[in-house]
């Protein structure tokens, strides 16, 4: 069975990686002639409209996306000529920060107060309504904290309006959140529906840093994030895996965004659940029963920012999965993870305790916080 | 970095699997055009012997191998050009089964009864010493059982004769073991060595059923199976993952024979262990530290032998792990494999229970033996 990727970044990547066990074979659709997925597949070097690229998908058994801006229209054609998951109605449902944010409202899905801001006048408005501080962002194309700008005091408007002005974008209420968390739920076309324990996040400067899962003292909360991704993947029939970023707030769950997709915050599962986000999405995909999503002890992933750090300081700690997406290193860029996981007489402190003065300081400085902040 | 393998089958497979995640990239030599490792890495279609194969090879920045049965000379002169884990030395001393015995015998390494064999009248001498029942063997090419046949009376003598009289052979006493089991040993460089906890193995028709680790009840023979396989691997001044297979009788361990390279045995550590025999090969033959061999909980390794068998009814069982090599079926052929690994509140004993309704007879015979035997 062959299986088309739209996108060949790192989740393709990991995808193939998960997918060749499986039997598949794997055809990449990607607009860079370096795509990293092409490690593990034919990579076809196309943009997404490309008769070429079409042709190569379509003649695949499935196809799926590895990025959720792929345009809408393109899915929608392939899907005429062959499977398609996620659909690209449930694409464009996460293409949009309006539209995802008031089909939330409307699956009595909590969110943050937000409004609609087109111009400066509709801008001074919201921010009456809503209050500082608050966050706007473009509607369309952010990723990893870009097309962002967080509004502390009045003196944050201007620069901010420069900056994205040109774009149509959304005012967010900033949430005085306890902790980040996200769930990832995998859907399968029958129906079945399985949820992984939470992941508690830390970003900074809008990037993913940490995840540590199962989240820690989220008993409570597990239930009700399944809810509420139950709720959108049926509202979607959603098929394949999809990820639920939250705000845990006093013992409360407020939505922020949803990737149709497998998700940064799930990565742990490929060591740390007994099947991972990947191969339970290409599973969902291609028809086949979901995996167990249950952990398997306790993991932290880590993400490498920028350039990866120096290997063989890193593989000699003991617990580390080690992840390099063989991409060429830019600031800001996400070129790899590791992932400690438990084994048997090693418990995630004592190996996350191990890792800390192997790290840079800023990455070291973010895990010891979230040790303390977690014990 | 460039690794080359010399062979693409399964075992090449899985080392390109597991070192994709590593930053490595794979250059692989095999005579045949569709060799399963193909899917991850440049696959050249050559004989070990032929230039551009060696061209290819002395390219990359280490070799290694994915099959003991690679010429000799063809390391040697790769090792002049480029680093080549193990040493051309090392896999010798496994090609010819007499010479293997004798070193295990310098070592201290205790095996059974073997004689050499070149005639009829050496035959029916070391018969006379080491007694029925006893295997004939091959000295050199044997896997899986091949180039092999047991005498268990004195009318198996000439049929043994007229299918093995052409080879050069090596008559081996039949040990009435307990249970068979196998160590797998990593060892760097530097000398730093690592042994995973002892597989226990399970063979029908000379071919790998069955493994369990760690092996049940085996505390005591742990130590024993790793002071073996540290004297043989030092003795090699071996790097990179070596397997000892041995027999457990009467408290006591035989060795059998060794393989110079990963290991069927030692495919549970995939899924079953902190990191893999696969990513610590790698890790051995780049010069990079050792990776923890030890297991998470309790794995079941089970091969598909001839066909791959219904996915969608596996893939149902919790806890599996699927591993399709991506070969043509064809009967004894191994063609994958599936590990059953513990997960939160799911015991092996349970996964066990579970999978095996769901497993053809024979297979299912094999397992509830090996279950009620363990237990």
Redesign the interface.
């Known amino acids: 069975m062959n299986v088309g990727i739209l996108g060949g970044g790192q989740l393709a990547?990991m995808l193939a990686?998960a997918g060749?066990?499986?039997?598949l074979?794997f055809t990449i659709v990607d607009p860079k002639a370096d795509a990293c997925a092409g490690?593990?597949g034919r990579l076809v070097t196309a943009d997404w409209e490309d008769d070429a690229a079409i042709e190569a998908l379509a003649g695949c058994d499935r196809v799926t996306c590895d990025f959720e801006n792929v345009p809408a229209a393109v899915l929608e054609a392939l899907g005429q000529r062959t499977t398609v998951h996620p659909a690209a109605r449930a694409l464009a449902a996460g293409q949009d920060r309006l539209v995802e944010k008031r089909m939330f409202e409307s699956l009595d899905i909590p969110v943050p107060p937000f409004a609609p801001v087109s111009s400066r006048p509709e801008l001074l408005e919201a921010l009456e309504r809503i209050g500082y501080p608050a966050v706007l962002k473009t509607r369309r194309m952010g990723y990893d904290g870009k097309g962002q700008a967080v509004l502390r005091t009045v003196e944050d408007l201007e620069p901010a309006w420069q900056a994205l002005g040109d774009h149509d974008l959304i005012l967010e209420g900033f949430v005085p959140f306890d902790f980040e968390c996200a769930i990832t739920v995998v859907r399968s076309a029958t129906g079945a529906l399985s949820c992984y324990p939470l992941s508690r996040t830390v970003h900074q400067d809008g990037i993913l840093r940490l995840a540590m899962a199962p989240a820690p003292g989220t008993d409570k909360l597990q239930a009700r994030a399944e809810r509420l991704g139950r709720t959108l993947a049926e509202h979607l029939d959603y098929v394949g895996c999809l990820t639920l970023e939250l705000f845990a707030a006093d013992g409360r769950l407020l939505a922020n965004e949803f990737a149709p997709r497998v998700h940064n915050s799930a990565h742990w599962t490929i060591e740390g659940?007994?099947?991972s986000q990947f191969e339970n999405h290409l599973?969902a995909v291609c028809g086949?029963?979901l995996?167990?999503t249950?952990?398997?002890?306790r993991s932290l992933m880590i993400n490498w920012i920028g350039r990866?750090p120096e290997?063989?300081r890193l593989?000699?700690c003991?617990?580390?999965?080690?992840?390099?997406y063989?991409k060429q290193a830019r600031p800001g860029r996400k070129v790899?993870h590791a992932t400690l996981?438990?084994?048997?007489?090693?418990s995630l402190d004592t190996l996350m305790a191990e890792l800390v003065p192997r790290l840079d300081d800023q990455s070291a400085s973010l895990l010891t916080g979230l040790m303390n902040d977690s014990a």
């Open positions: 990547r990686g060749i066990p499986l039997g074979n490690a593990l659940a007994q099947v599973r086949w029963p995996g167990e249950a952990a398997r002890g990866m290997r063989e593989l000699a003991r617990g580390l999965h080690w992840h390099d063989g790899g996981t438990e084994a048997d007489g090693q």
